[in-house]
């Protein structure tokens, strides 16, 4: 099992979106994206099933999965390899919809994803390879965003 860092808990919380990767019954993949991706504990990572029938049934046949957070404005992130687990009733589900609740999640909440993660490893951007500081990729990438919004706004 993977100890989170400071820093991976801190990308997990700033991000709040992380991309799910679970396999198909027919071994191919499925990769969606889940907002409520959240930080439960040192070594276990949490989202809210609130539309997510492909997500949580490749989970139950394979628990398999990995998450990756990226922030677009530096160009890193991590990725976190694990087991997961579905909760769907009981009190452990109130706990957990009552964690989102808090973090101000309003969608109903089918089920809670509880990621035990095993490996934790660092993503980052070929960008760095080239010299750049997290500051001027942060830098370029606010510019591009900011200019993409000027031109459809
Ligand atoms: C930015 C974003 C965040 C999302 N967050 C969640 C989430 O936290 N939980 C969820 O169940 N669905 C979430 N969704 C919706 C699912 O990703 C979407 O319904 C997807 O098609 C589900 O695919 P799946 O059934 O293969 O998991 C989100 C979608 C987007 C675009």
Not at 38 to 56: C, M, N, R, Y
Not at 83 to 109: M, W, Y
Not at 119 to 131: C, E, I
Request: charged share 25%; glycine share 8%.
């Amino acid at each position: 099992m993977a100890r989170l860092t400071e820093d991976m808990r801190w990308m997990v919380e700033h991000q709040r979106l992380g991309f799910v990767a679970t396999v198909c019954p027919d071994g191919t993949p499925n990769l969606s994206p889940k907002g409520t991706v959240a930080v439960w504990d040192a070594e276990h990572l949490v989202f809210a099933d609130i539309h997510s029938p492909g997500t949580v049934a490749n989970l139950r046949r394979n628990p398999a999965v990995e998450i990756n957070v990226v922030d677009a404005l530096s160009r890193r992130g991590y990725r976190y390899k694990g087991t997961a687990r579905i909760v769907d009733g009981g009190e452990e589900l109130d706990g957990i919809v009552a964690f989102f609740r808090e973090r101000g999640t309003k969608s109903p909440i089918r089920a809670g994803v509880i990621v035990t993660v095993e490996t934790a490893a660092p993503l980052v951007s070929p960008a760095y390879d080239q010299g750049a500081t997290e500051d001027e990729l942060r830098e370029r990438w606010l510019r591009h965003y900011a200019g993409e919004r000027s031109t459809v706004a």
